[in-house]
């Protein structure tokens, strides 16, 4: 009984990965996976490397990977003789932003706005500074409260950012649903 191993190995993980990677394969398209995989991509990597995790051809990849630069979903670096890609960095903003205009109403992100723009108001106060920038000259590196109060009021500096931008996205798609229309056409 001394051999008695408890957790074998079955090799159950490796089958539940191939099931999963089997199914993806036959569910999506090489474009699909390809964009999937390069959504996740924030390190450069050649179009052979992302080929190899979408489950694609070299060239299958490239020739997605460069449609997707084309519309600004991906972002290319030229090494030597190689083309290297990445997801863009603005996709994931761009989307954020999208998300909070979809998710929220014009009052909540109003609402939104300004509370965020009282609690920068309060670390100001609070800290005799204008900026989280100026806030890092004064604290000393003992001061564990003053160090997590710089990070939310970063956070919430860049959070402000995302609402301002999501409350302008959303106005700018209220001016083009009535210039186009679009407004009439679902309220007939």
Known sequence: MSD?????????????????????TATTTA???VESVLGRTTDW????????????SEPTARKHLT???????????????ATRFRRHPDR?????????????????LERSIREMKARIRAFEDAYEATSPEELVD????????GWNDL????????????AKTALSFTETRLVDSRSTGEERAENA
Do not use: C, M, Y
Request: glycine share 4%.
């Open 4 to 24: 008695f191993d408890p957790f074998p190995e079955t090799g159950t993980e490796t089958e539940v990965n191939d099931a999963a990677e089997r199914e993806w």
């Open 31 to 33: 474009f699909e996976r």
């Open 45 to 56: 990597q050649s179009a052979s490397e992302i080929a190899d995790r979408a489950r694609v």
């Open 67 to 81: 449609a997707l630069a084309e519309t600004g979903h991906a972002a290319t670096r030229e090494t030597g003789n």
């Open 92 to 108: 994931r903003r761009l989307e954020r932003v999208q998300r909070l205009a979809d998710d929220h109403s014009r009052g909540e």
């Open 138 to 145: 004064s604290l000393e590196p003992d001061d564990e409260d």
């Open 151 to 162: 990070s939310r009021w970063k956070t919430t500096r860049r959070n402000l950012a995302f």
